[in-house]
C-alpha cells in the first residue's frame, strides 16, 4: 500500500473486513508493507493497521515478490510511476482516482499497466454503494424504459477557507480541485448508469483570489443513448458535507441518491399508480450481490464498507480470473472520466460544445 492517510485508512481497513466478514474469502488479504514519506507516520501506520513492514521507498515494495496486489492511495501525482512500475513487476493494481492528473497521463497509466496483462482497478468506490449496483441492474433491466436525463451533482464545502494548505490545491500534487477530486466521481457514475457521454460544454472556476486550482465545476452533457444532462461538482455548497447526489429520469419511472442517504434508493414507477410518488427503497435485501456479507435486511451499513464491496471485487477478480469490468472500474474508466474531464474544461476555454472522442 502507498499511502496511509485518509484512503490508506480507507483501503487497509476494507482488507482487514475482507479476511473474515466475507466468509470464505476469494483470497485471504495479507497486509505486507506499506510506503509513506515520514518514518515515523509509516512506522506507526503499519503497527496500527497490522503491516509487516513499512518504508520510505515504495519502490521497496514493487520489489517484494510476496507482494501480489499493489494499492495506491497517494496523491494524484504518484499514482502514475508507482503503478506502472508495479504492474510491469507483475502486480496487480488498484489505483485511487483520478487515475492521471489529465487525460493524458490517465491514458498513459492505462495503456502501459494493461499492457503487462494484470488486473487493474480505478478505485471509483461510488459504484459499490448497493443502491447505486441495484440502479445499474434496474437501468440495465429496462425498468427505466428510454432515459432522457442524467443529473449528476457531488456536493462539499470545505473548500471556502484561503488558509488551507494541502496537496489538494497544488496543481503539480492534485493536477486541478473539485475536477480530479470530484468531478471525475460524477463523470464515471453517469457512464456507469447511462452509458457514453458523446459532448459537453462546461466550465471549472476558482472562487479564492490565488488558489491555483478549480473550486467548482459545471458542465452539461448529451449521451450517446439520446438523454442529456447536468454535471456539477463543488467544494463551496455550504452544508452539503458530502453530497454526491444524482437523478435519472426516463420514459417508464425515476431513481434519485444521495450519498448522505446511503442504503437508499428514491424509485419512481410511471405505472399509472394513482398514489403518485416516490418510494425510499432501504437497499439491504439479501438478494443483492453485496448483502451476502452483511446483516439482516434493514441492518443498515456505511460510507467505509464500499470500500470493501470494491476490494472484494478485485480479489474475486484475481482468484476467479474474472474481468474487473463491467460493474467495477478498469483504468479505461479511470481514463474515460478523465477524457471527459479534460473536455470540461476545454469547453470553458473556447467556449465551445466538445465532442468527446476516447483514444
Ligand atoms: N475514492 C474516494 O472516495 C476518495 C476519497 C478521497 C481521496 N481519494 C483519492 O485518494 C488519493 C489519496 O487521497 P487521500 O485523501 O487519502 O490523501 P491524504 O492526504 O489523506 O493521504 C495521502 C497519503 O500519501 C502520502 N504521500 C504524500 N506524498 C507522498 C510521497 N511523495 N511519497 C509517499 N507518500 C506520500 C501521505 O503521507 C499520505 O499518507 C487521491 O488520489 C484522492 O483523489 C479518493
Redesign the pocket.
Known amino acids: 500500500m502507498?499511502?496511509?492517510?485518509?484512503?490508506?485508512k480507507?483501503h487497509a481497513n476494507a482488507f482487514k473486513k475482507i479476511g473474515y466478514m466475507t466468509w470464505p474469502p476469494p483470497l485471504e488479504p495479507k497486509l505486507v508493507g506499506i510506503?509513506?514519506?515520514?518514518v515515523e507516520?509509516?512506522e506507526e501506520?503499519a503497527r496500527r493497521y497490522g503491516f509487516e513492514y513499512s518504508t520510505?521507498d515504495?519502490r521497496d515494495l514493487v520489489a517484494d515478490d510476496s507482494i501480489g496486489l499493489f494499492d495506491n492511495?497517494?496523491?494524484?501525482a504518484?499514482?502514475a510511476e508507482p503503478t506502472i512500475a508495479a504492474a510491469e513487476a507483475g502486480k496487480h493494481v488498484v489505483c485511487?482516482?483520478?487515475l492521471g492528473r489529465d487525460a493524458d497521463e490517465s491514458y498513459e497509466i492505462w495503456q502501459r499497466v494493461a499492457a503487462t496483462g494484470v488486473k487493474h482497478l480505478c478505485?471509483?468506490?461510488?459504484r459499490f454503494v448497493p443502491a447505486v449496483r441495484l440502479a445499474r441492474e434496474m437501468v440495465d433491466a429496462g425498468e427505466l424504459g428510454d432515459v432522457r436525463h442524467f443529473r449528476g451533482r457531488y456536493l462539499q464545502d470545505w473548500g471556502d477557507d484561503p488558509s488551507l494548505d494541502?496537496?489538494?490545491f497544488d496543481p503539480d500534487?492534485?493536477g486541478s480541485g473539485a475536477l480530479?477530486?470530484l468531478m471525475t466521481?460524477v463523470v464515471d457514475l453517469a457512464r456507469f448508469l447511462n452509458g457514453e457521454i458523446d459532448s459537453v460544454t462546461g466550465f471549472a472556476h476558482t472562487f479564492i483570489p490565488g488558489r491555483r486550482v478549480d473550486d467548482a465545476v459545471e458542465a452539461t452533457a448529451q449521451f450517446a443513448n439520446g438523454s442529456v444532462g447536468t454535471l456539477e461538482a463543488t467544494r463551496f455548497a455550504h452544508g452539503r458535507r458530502n453530497a454526491f447526489q444524482w437523478e435519472i429520469n426516463g420514459t417508464k419511472g425515476s431513481l434519485a441518491f444521495d450519498m448522505e442517504r446511503l442504503n437508499e434508493l428514491q424509485v419512481f414507477r410511471a405505472d399509472g399508480d394513482r398514489a403518485r410518488g416516490f418510494k425510499t427503497v432501504l437497499v439491504s435485501e439479501t438478494s443483492h450481490p453485496f448483502w451476502e456479507h452483511w446483516w439482516p435486511p434493514g441492518h443498515i451499513i456505511g460510507w467505509g464498507d464500499t470500500f470493501m464491496h470494491e476490494l472484494h471485487h478485485v480479489l474475486r477478480a484475481i482468484a476467479e480470473d474474472r474481468e474487473i469490468a463491467p460493474y467495477g472500474a478498469t483504468f479505461e474508466d479511470g481514463y474515460r472520466a478523465s477524457e471527459v474531464c479534460d473536455a470540461i474544461v476545454r469547453s470553458g476555454e473556447n467556449g465551445a460544445r466538445e465532442p468527446i472522442t476516447y483514444r
Open positions: 502507498l499511502g496511509y492517510a485518509f484512503m490508506g480507507a510506503a509513506g514519506r515520514n507516520a509509516v501506520a520510505q515504495w492511495g497517494g496523491p494524484n504518484l499514482h485511487e482516482k483520478p478505485a471509483f468506490n461510488y494541502t496537496w489538494r500534487a492534485a480530479g477530486d466521481h
